[in-house]
C-alpha cells in the first residue's frame, strides 16, 4: 500500500487540512466557534470540561479522527464510540493502556485486580490530561491498534455529545494490484502481506477466492477478521 500524505476534513466547515495542521484549524474554524456560540447561547449550557483527542492507527496512521470528549464521560463510553465508528466486526475484546496500567473491558466483573487491569468504567479526568498518550487494542487476536494523544482540554457551554468527531482522514485511495482501478475488495488473507486489493472488476482472478474479500472501509481495520464497517 502506497504511503500518502494524510489529509481529512473538518467537521464543521468541511475545509481539507492534513492532520498535524487540523489541530491549530479547529481552534480558529469560524464556523465550529459559530455552531457553538448558537449551542450555548440558545440552552444556556452549563461550563463542562472536554478533551481534543487524537485517535491514529498504530501502524496505519493515514486513519486518523479528531474527537472532543466531556471529561465526565468514561472510558467505556469511548470504546463503544470507538468500536462503532471504525473497529466492531465480532464483539472481540479490548483494552486501553494509559501510563503502564491496562483498563480492559470485561475487567472488574469478578474481581477488580485480576490480571492487574482496571475496569473501563473510569472517567477520562482520572486517566487523561493534555499531554497524556494512550493505545488501545481490539481484539487480542486479529488486533487492531490505536493510538491516542490528549491534545488540550478546554471549558465549553455544551451540549451534544458526550464524544463529537471534530474532524477525519479523507479516506486513502489505494489501487487495485491487476488492473490499476481504484480498489474496493481487499483479501482477508493476502492483507497480511500487504497485497490482495481488487477493483469490483477482478475479484474473479484472486487465487483465495471471492469469499475471503472484504469490503475497502476507512477505517484501521479495512481487511481484518469480519470488519464490513
Ligand atoms: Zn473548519
Ligand atoms: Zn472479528
Ligand atoms: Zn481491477
Ligand atoms: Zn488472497
Not at 483498563?103 to 485486580?113: H, L, Q, S, V
Not at 451540549?159 to 487495485?176: F, Y
Amino acid at each position: 500500500m502506497a504511503r500518502q500524505t494524510s489529509k481529512g476534513t473538518c467537521t464543521f466547515c468541511h475545509g481539507e487540512f492534513s492532520k498535524q495542521a487540523m489541530s491549530r484549524h479547529l481552534e480558529t474554524c469560524q464556523q465550529r466557534i459559530a455552531t457553538e456560540a448558537k449551542g450555548g447561547s440558545r440552552l444556556k449550557a452549563q461550563q463542562t470540561r472536554k478533551f481534543h483527542l487524537v485517535v491514529e492507527g498504530r501502524d496505519l496512521p493515514m486513519y486518523w479522527m479528531h474527537l472532543e470528549a466531556a471529561a465526565s464521560t468514561t472510558l467505556a463510553t469511548l470504546d463503544r464510540f470507538l468500536r462503532d465508528t471504525w473497529l466492531e466486526c465480532c464483539g472481540h475484546l479490548s483494552a486501553f493502556e494509559i501510563g503502564g496500567i491496562r483498563y480492559a473491558i470485561d475487567a472488574g466483573m469478578d474481581n477488580e485486580w485480576d490480571m492487574g487491569e482496571k475496569s473501563m468504567r473510569v472517567r477520562l479526568d482520572k486517566v487523561f490530561s493534555p499531554g497524556q498518550s494512550s493505545s488501545y487494542e481490539y481484539d487480542y487476536g486479529t488486533t487492531t491498534e490505536l493510538r491516542l494523544r490528549v491534545i488540550s482540554d478546554r471549558e465549553v457551554a455544551a451540549k451534544g455529545n458526550a464524544i463529537q468527531v471534530l474532524a477525519r482522514n479523507i479516506p486513502p485511495v489505494i489501487l487495485c494490484e491487476i488492473c490499476g482501478k481504484p480498489a474496493t475488495n481487499v483479501c482477508s488473507q493476502c492483507i497480511f502481506d500487504g497485497k490482495g486489493w481488487l477493483c469490483d472488476d477482478c475479484p474473479g482472478d484472486h487465487e483465495c477466492g471471492e469469499e475471503m474479500l472484504l469490503p475497502v472501509v476507512n477505517s484501521p481495520r479495512v481487511g481484518m477478521c469480519a470488519y464490513t464497517g
